[in-house]
């Protein structure tokens, strides 16, 4: 049982430039949600999907986009990378409300040069 | 709206000494609240919740937290710090009606030896 994981671990981008962040959950949650983390500014949801096929904005979605096609797999996709996309990004899994414990990846530490 | 506070950047402890890290919230129905830890260059980890019951929580590795509903409170506190304790910890909330936590901008926890 892998939990939450994600990849790559490490990227440099250069401005412009786009890629997909990697997550997966093997725990068949129904919830998934991207954050990043800025230091001293906590955890910012980006998107967050509450099953296959249905994915909704969280607080700081522009720039970003993302597609849920199965309950595993929630890909977060940069299309114009911009340096204030510097960042470390953490996918997480639950089962989902009441209870919503979540369980966070290693993370995804980015930076757009 | 849901919103945490942790109101200090860094708490300083001995080794042996009691600790507690600071949490308000404010939600306009029933609180859901969290705490989580981070581990340098990991994801978070969950420690413990309070969803209802009970307004002493325990949870891993010895912490423990109140609820306090008069003081909107949910500080996480253990009777003897560890060296290994040191970590970023986050406070997070779910009011009732929403289906996403807030989290706070984290507490860093330093135990000295």
């Known amino acids: 049982n892998a939990g939450v994981t994600q990849t790559p671990k490490f990227r440099i981008l250069k401005i412009g430039q786009s890629m997909t962040l990697q997550c997966t959950q093997d725990?068949?949650?129904?919830?998934m949600y991207w954050y990043r983390q800025d230091p001293g500014m906590g955890l910012k949801l980006i998107y967050y999907?509450?099953?296959?096929?249905?994915?909704d904005k969280g607080e700081v979605p522009n720039g970003y986009n993302v597609s849920r096609s199965t309950t595993e797999d929630f890909p977060l996709r940069l299309e114009l990378a911009a340096p204030s996309q510097t960042s470390v990004y953490f996918c997480?899994?639950?089962?989902?409300?009441?209870?919503?414990?979540?369980?966070f990846g290693p993370g995804t530490r980015l930076t757009v040069l | 709206a849901q919103s945490v506070a942790q109101p200090e950047d860094q708490v300083n402890v001995a080794e042996g000494n009691p600790l507690t890290v600071k949490c308000t919230y404010s939600?306009?129905?029933?609180?859901?609240l969290f705490w989580y830890v981070q581990y340098p260059n990991r994801g978070l980890q969950f420690l413990l919740k309070y969803i209802t019951g009970d307004n002493l929580v325990k949870g891993s590795y010895g912490f423990e937290a109140e609820f306090n509903k008069s003081q909107t409170s949910f500080h996480l506190k253990k009777p003897s710090a560890l060296v290994s304790d040191s970590a970023l910890y986050f406070c997070a909330v779910r009011d009732a009606g929403y289906s996403t936590l807030t989290f706070g901008k984290g507490t860093m926890l330093l135990v000295s030896p």
């Open positions: 939600v306009s129905g029933n609180p859901y």
């Open positions: 725990m068949n949650h129904n919830y």
């Open positions: 999907s509450v099953g296959a096929g249905i994915t």
């Open positions: 997480a899994s639950s089962w989902g409300y009441p209870h919503d414990t979540q369980y």
